[in-house]
């Protein structure tokens, strides 16, 4: 049963990630404002990764029984190997040191936790493009952890397209 609740962390960590990058990209493109439901998912996602980076100047510390404790633990070293995989891109947009990656992380999850996304991101200076894809590959990377391959997947079935529960469905039922 344990393994399976594990399994349930992780796909609602992906999904929910998944569905921040989807409204970053929309922000980004300044098409829309998130929804409800992508205001939530924003945040979410903010308050989960400061709580996942170990080098968030945000993070407060935490008690054992902290609201993300446990998911935060299993998802750290996807977050880092995620990072690693994400250097050339990182490095292409201009952020080279430790400095430069510290300042991208803390204007995200300022970002991320902001009630005005339009606003902050013009004064944040922050790279919505960039974002939505560190956001992206720590999503796809913890379905692959979830599906057993250790390898290189494909991404054309789930990223394609924007988050959508009939695709979640789809991959659920393949994936057995």
Same mark, same amino acid.
């Given at each position: 049963?344990?393994?399976?609740?594990?399994?349930?962390?992780?796909?609602?960590?992906?999904?929910?990630?998944?569905?921040? #990058?989807?409204?970053?990209?929309?922000?980004?493109?300044?098409?829309?404002?998130?929804?409800?439901?992508?205001?939530? #998912?924003?945040?979410?996602?903010?308050?989960?990764?400061?709580?996942?980076?170990?080098?968030?100047?945000?993070?407060?510390?935490? %008690?054992?029984?902290?609201?993300? +404790?446990?998911?935060?633990?299993?998802?750290?070293?996807?977050?880092?190997?995620?990072?690693?995989?994400?250097?050339?891109? $990182?490095?292409?947009?201009?952020? %080279?040191? %430790?400095?430069?990656?510290?300042?991208?992380?803390?204007?995200?999850?300022?970002? $991320?936790?902001?009630?005005?996304?339009?606003?902050?991101?013009?004064?944040?200076?922050?790279?919505?493009?960039?974002?939505?894809?560190?956001?992206?590959?720590?999503?796809?990377?913890?379905?692959?952890? $979830?599906?057993?391959?250790?390898?290189?997947?494909?991404?054309? %079935?789930?990223?394609?397209?924007?988050?959508?529960?009939?695709?979640?469905? #789809?991959? +659920?039922?393949?994936?057995?």
């Amino acid at each position: 049963m344990e393994n399976l609740v594990q399994a349930a962390e992780l796909l609602e960590t992906s999904s929910k990630l998944r569905l921040a #990058a989807y409204w970053i990209n929309e922000v980004g493109k300044g098409s829309v404002t998130p929804d409800d439901a992508g205001k939530e #998912a924003l945040n979410w996602a903010g308050r989960f990764l400061t709580e996942v980076d170990w080098t968030s100047p945000a993070r407060k510390p935490v %008690s054992p029984c902290g609201e993300f +404790a446990v998911q935060a633990t299993s998802v750290r070293p996807i977050f880092y190997s995620s990072l690693i995989k994400f250097g050339q891109e $990182l490095n292409e947009a201009g952020i %080279s040191n %430790s400095k430069e990656l510290t300042s991208f992380f803390r204007n995200l999850y300022i970002f $991320l936790q902001s009630a005005s996304f339009d606003e902050k991101s013009k004064s944040l200076n922050l790279n919505l493009k960039l974002s939505s894809e560190f956001l992206e590959e720590i999503s796809h990377s913890l379905l692959v952890q $979830l599906n057993g391959n250790s390898g290189a997947a494909s991404r054309n %079935s789930l990223w394609d397209e924007p988050f959508l529960p009939k695709q979640m469905s #789809a991959f +659920a039922a393949t994936s057995h």
